[in-house]
């Protein structure tokens, strides 16, 4: 009996994909270091880290995490930067409710 209830129910989902290249468009430009500078020009252009995250690996790659994004280094030179993700949530309301009866 159980199993002729599972069966008959059906689950319906929305997918919702959005290309890699169209993701950022709704959040605001953000500074961020660039290819080749050094951590004291990092550190002089965008303050202390919230959290420096040890080098590790051949060739020794560490991180700096900002609020907004972050930055990898070989050694002592940026290679890499990249911006945080900060999920929105939907909201609450519906603003398409009808109300009037």
């Not at 430009?29 to 051949?58: H, W």
Request: hydrophobic share 35%.
């Amino acid at each position: 009996m159980l199993t002729a209830t599972l069966q008959m129910q059906t689950i319906m989902a929305e997918e919702i994909r959005i290309p890699v290249g169209e993701q950022a468009k709704t959040q605001p430009a953000v500074d961020m270091p660039a290819k080749g500078m050094s951590k004291e020009r990092v550190k002089s252009l965008f303050g202390e880290p919230l959290e420096e995250i040890p080098a590790k690996g051949k060739p020794p790659i560490s991180r700096w995490k900002y609020q907004e994004f972050t930055v990898y280094f070989d050694n002592n030179t940026v290679i890499h930067c990249v911006r945080n993700f900060h999920p929105t949530t939907a909201p609450t309301g519906s603003s398409s409710q009808n109300t009037s009866e």
